[in-house]
């Protein structure tokens, strides 16, 4: 999983926010702390700039893929995926604080060393770093922050994941049903199914208020 992050970066921005993948930041202090908030979640506020730098760099996206062919429809639904996942990471970012689980800056550092997009010759090169960084529109404390809070949530949901397990009756009442299918397969289909609820009742127990600005009934 690790290194398909690292190899991976530019993707993750884009395909995941908009399919809204549960990957895996605290944001940006003067972003999260911005007076003009788009969602608070338990508190923490989620600035409207933050979602203004995701929202305009995947609509630049998505009309180059679908050649400029993009409606009022896709755009509102674009909104309500990048506002999920930056409440979904929010969430994930202050249980994994609850727990007690922690991410130091050598992490961090080794993490954003390792990824083959900022390399040169199996090298890190900071000149590819800042170069990836400008496309983004991002800072480099930015980016270094929400990378931070994706680790929080890598390894939560790595520590959750593990802690679920497939009994060997619930395998046997599978095969009845598929004789092909993969033990391992269907041990990852329960974790993910499982992490998912996990999630849907962390958030129905949270505080979470949209800016009466923003057109969102539902989560």
């Known amino acids: 999983m690790m290194n398909f992050l690292r190899k991976h970066t530019r993707i993750i921005f ?10 895996l930041v605290p944001l940006v202090p003067h972003l999260f702390h911005s007076k003009d ?3 608070k979640v338990n508190g923490a ?3 409207e700039n933050l979602f203004n730098l995701y ?3 995947l609509v630049e996206e998505y009309r180059k893929i679908t050649n400029n062919q993009i ?9 309500d995926r990048i506002i999920d996942f930056l409440v979904r990471i929010e969430i994930s970012y202050q249980q994994a604080k609850l727990y007690g689980i922690t991410v130091t800056d050598k ?3 080794t993490y954003l060393q390792s990824m083959e997009i900022f390399k040169s010759n199996n090298t890190f090169d900071k ?8 496309s983004m529109r991002m800072t480099p404390k930015e980016y270094e922050t929400l ?10 949901e790595t520590i959750l994941k593990f802690s679920i397990k497939l009994w060997n009756y619930e395998f046997e009442e599978a095969l009845k049903q598929n004789p092909s299918i993969i033990k391992r397969s269907l041990s990852m289909t329960k974790a993910n199914f499982t992490l998912n609820e996990w999630y849907s009742n962390i958030i129905k127990n949270s505080k979470i208020t949209y800016n009466k600005t923003i057109n969102k009934n539902t989560f």
Do not use: C, G, R
Request: charged share 25%.
């Open 55 to 57: 929202y305009n760099h």
């Open 127 to 134: 000149q590819k770093y800042y170069s990836f960084l400008k």
């Open 37 to 39: 908030y788009i969602v």
């Open 71 to 79: 409606t009022e429809k896709d755009l509102k639904k674009l909104q």
């Open 14 to 23: 884009i395909i995941t926010i908009i399919a809204f993948i549960s990957s």
């Open 45 to 47: 506020k989620i600035s």
């Open 147 to 156: 990378s931070k809070k994706l680790l929080y949530t890598y390894k939560l």
């Open 107 to 109: 992490e961090l550092k």
